[in-house]
DNA sequence: GCCAACGTTGGC
DNA sequence: GCCAACGTTGGC
């Protein structure tokens, strides 16, 4: 199986990288965009993620890894919407800021940028191998 | 706190 | 099936 990499975003005020390591894992809940669904539809086991702190901090703060694949959200009603398992796996010496992702040009094509609403996204290895550069990792 | 982007809902 | 209205996300 091809290794894949991710980010997810996620507001500090809701579940924050301090919280996310404290836990051997934890189910990625509350995702209610058809988008971003399918894409952890299609993470696997071993797949790393970027863990992106959105509207405080706005940085990628460390990495995780899928340990579950997609499975029923606890917390949807509707039952349309799934979750992934993830374990923290390592932080970053440096935070990598948006502003820093904003200004380097290899960088620009991330849905991050173009696509600001989405909390799910996959990343191409040179995006994920420049980041963990950026961030001392 | 504002607002742009964009997803969803519901009337027709 | 279209589109206006509305709600949400997230950067500033």
Redesign the pocket.
Known sequence: MIQKYWLL?S?PSTWSWEEQLQVSSEPWTGV????ARNFMKEMNVGDLAFFYH??IG?EIVGIVKIVAPYHPDDTDDSGKFGCVDVAPVSSFKTPVT??QI?KTPALQDMA?LR?????VMPLTKEEWDLICKMGEY
């Open positions: 975003k507001e209610r965009n058809y988008q959105s509207n706005k948006l502003n904003k991050l696509q600001s609403r989405l909390s």
